[in-house]
């Protein structure tokens, strides 16, 4: 969608504010959800392939805790690149 669009619906229409929240539930639900679901799933798939010495499975699984740590602070990095962009 074009920005024009956008800002032209908003000045028509106004900013609805059910939908705002919504939206922001659903990021909050996410990233903290499932970005918390990958870091412990990272966790315990690092931890089991430790246990049984197996060098490939420790590498995904801290793929898989990197990942996780990413789409945790994925909101923070937003908040601050738009801070720093002047949004």
Known sequence: MH???VT???QNYGENSLITTFANN???FVVYGLGGFLFILGMARAGFAMKSHDADGIR???MTIAGGSLVL???AIWDTLTTWAGF
């Open 26 to 28: 659903i990021a909050n």
């Open 60 to 62: 995904q699984g801290v």
């Open 8 to 10: 032209l619906f908003i």
């Open 73 to 75: 602070m994925s909101k």
């Open 3 to 5: 920005p024009e669009k």
